[in-house]
Structures are given as C-alpha cells and as structure tokens.
C-alpha cells in the first residue's frame, strides 16, 4: 500500500482539504459542531474521544 499525501488549510471556521491529487473537500467547524462537503455528515464532538455523526441518509 503506497504513502497518502492529505494536507489541510484553515481560514477560521473554514477548513480546505487536498490529497496528491489536488483539492479534496471542504468543512465548516464552529466550536464542537463541523460539517464535511464530500461526506455531506454533520458531527459533534462530544467528551473523551467520543463524537456523534449523522450522514446525509438521516440514520
């Protein structure tokens, strides 16, 4: 399996990923809450190392 090259630059709340292959996606993070463009998932992080992620389906 080769080496992945992901990189990621933020503009406050604005977060642009890109791999090797160029842009990726991009997130909106607003204090423990984030959505993601590509997997189209809401997520909340909660205490420890737990969060809660609810996909573009609802389920």
């Known amino acids: ?9 933020k503009f406050g709340p604005l ?10 996606s991009w997130s909106i993070k607003i204090g423990r809450w984030s959505w993601n463009s590509r997997a189209k998932a ?14 573009k389906s609802g389920t």
């Not at 977060?15 to 990726?24: D, M, P, R, Y």
């Open 15 to 24: 977060i642009l990923h890109f791999t090797q292959n160029g842009f990726s």
């Open 1 to 9: 399996m080769g080496v992945m090259l992901r990189k990621r630059k």
């Open 42 to 55: 809401h997520r909340v992080d909660l205490p420890g190392p737990l969060h809660w992620k609810q996909d």
